[in-house]
């Protein structure tokens, strides 16, 4: 039979309510006593009934994180750093996967507001104004990662994915490239690829280039998509010196395409990705990409949420980490 609250105090030589003070870490306990608390707990295999301590506390030290596609390289490493955080403050995680799913997303925002988890990490494929309506009406603490709101009134942790394209493209210039195409996703979503397009036309503009719709190709976030990307670019024009491409993935699609049709990468054509997956450094030719810290996304993203439950305050409402440019072999040198 497990060991109760009852049975704790009774080998601690102490009462119920101390320790459930030391369970709930108040400070009013000396030292010495929370250590023969701690150690009768550890010999009898004491575990707390979290059902029972959420309805006194109203906390269940679970959080949920949203991601939308698990099998995507991108993600896994944000929740390998938001579960590291969470274990140092002793936080389950439940994890959901929508699969790019805009109704599966809304049912797991009420499904996690139903298991009273204390907040949600939040990563969405597109913030359609009936989620950001559905968040406001559950209330439950958030912070956002990869992507933020228009209004910016939802913590969040990004980078400056319109900044960081505008890099990509300048980059892509550098290297002689003159003729850039597009392959990414929707234009008009509000998420951090709708962001890079717009990256991608500011840098054509700034460097006096003509916009050309004919090079410029959305689609999904898979290898099969740059794939179709680049095919149908090249059915329209074979005038074309870059590629800028807003996930790894989707870059590697794009290079398998080219690489059949015996156009070299990097002599013929720049390509450059987005995110630098660990398949980009291991991928021929290895993939130049940007860079995001996407461990320290999660970490830094769990730190927040954790922050907002405990109703501490935020130093920053909306953190923006750097990104940086990685250097490899599908750019000329």
């Given at each position: 039979?497990?060991?109760?609250?009852?049975?704790?105090a009774k080998e601690a030589g102490v009462s119920i309510a101390t320790v459930s003070r030391v369970l709930?870490?108040?400070?009013?306990?000396?030292?010495?006593?929370?250590?023969?608390?701690?150690?009768?707990?550890?010999?009898?295999?004491?575990?707390?009934?979290?059902?029972?301590?959420?309805?006194?506390?109203?906390?269940?030290?679970?959080?949920?994180?949203?991601?939308?596609?698990?099998?995507?390289?991108?993600?896994?490493?944000?929740?390998?750093?938001?579960?590291?955080?969470?274990?140092?403050?002793?936080?389950?995680?439940?994890?959901?996967?929508?699969?790019?799913?805009?109704?599966?997303?809304?049912?797991?925002?009420?499904?996690?507001?139903?298991?009273?988890?204390?907040g949600v990490l939040y990563m969405s494929s597109s913030l359609k104004s009936n989620i950001l309506e559905?968040?406001?009406?559950?209330?439950?603490?958030?912070?956002?990662?990869?992507?933020?709101?228009?209004?910016?009134?939802?913590?969040?942790?990004?980078?400056?994915?319109?900044?960081?394209?505008?890099?990509?493209?300048?980059?892509?210039?550098?290297?002689?490239?003159?003729?850039?195409?597009?392959?990414?996703?929707?234009?008009?979503?509000?998420?951090?690829?709708?962001?890079?397009?717009?990256?991608?036309?500011?840098?054509?503009?700034?460097?006096?280039?003509?916009?050309?719709?004919?090079?410029?190709?959305?689609?999904?976030?898979?290898?099969?998509?740059?794939?179709?990307?680049?095919?149908?670019?090249?059915?329209?024009?074979?005038?074309?010196?870059?590629?800028?491409?807003?996930?790894?993935?989707?870059?590697?699609?794009?290079?398998?395409?080219?690489?059949?049709?015996?156009?070299?990468?990097?002599?013929?054509?720049?390509?450059?990705?987005?995110?630098?997956?660990?398949?980009?450094?291991?991928?021929?030719?290895?993939?130049?990409?940007?860079?995001?810290?996407?461990?320290?996304?999660?970490?830094?993203?769990?730190?927040?949420?954790?922050?907002?439950?405990?109703?501490?305050?935020?130093?920053?409402?909306?953190?923006?980490?750097?990104?940086?440019i990685i250097e490899r072999d599908s750019c000329r040198k």
């Open positions: 039979m497990p060991a109760s609250i009852k049975d704790v709930n870490d108040v400070d009013v306990v000396n030292e010495e006593t929370k250590k023969k608390v701690l150690e009768a707990i550890d010999k009898l295999g004491y575990r707390p009934n979290i059902v029972a301590r959420s309805l006194k506390t109203q906390k269940t030290k679970t959080v949920g994180i949203i991601i939308p596609d698990i099998s995507s390289p991108f993600y896994p490493e944000i929740v390998r750093g938001a579960e590291d955080v969470s274990n140092i403050y002793d936080y389950n995680m439940m994890l959901c996967n929508t699969d790019l799913d805009f109704e599966k997303e809304m049912e797991y925002l009420r499904v996690l507001k139903e298991k009273m988890v204390d559905l968040i406001n009406k559950l209330q439950i603490p958030m912070v956002m990662v990869e992507t933020t709101s228009e209004e910016g009134n939802i913590p969040s942790v990004t980078i400056n994915n319109k900044q960081a394209a505008e890099d990509a493209v300048e980059y892509l210039i550098k290297k002689g490239s003159n003729n850039i195409a597009y392959i990414g996703t929707d234009k008009d979503e509000i998420n951090a690829r709708a962001l890079r397009y717009k990256g991608y036309r500011s840098a054509l503009k700034n460097n006096n280039l003509t916009f050309n719709e004919d090079i410029t190709c959305f689609g999904g976030l898979k290898a099969k998509d740059g794939y179709e990307g680049m095919k149908n670019i090249l059915e329209k024009t074979q005038n074309i010196d870059g590629v800028f491409c807003t996930g790894d993935e989707i870059a590697m699609g794009a290079i398998n395409f080219l690489r059949e049709k015996n156009i070299k990468v990097p002599e013929d054509i720049n390509v450059i990705g987005f995110d630098n997956i660990y398949s980009a450094a291991t991928f021929y030719p290895k993939l130049t990409t940007v860079a995001q810290p996407m461990y320290d996304m999660g970490s830094v993203g769990m730190r927040m949420l954790i922050k907002i439950i405990n109703k501490q305050d935020l130093e920053n409402q909306n953190y923006v980490l750097k990104h940086e």
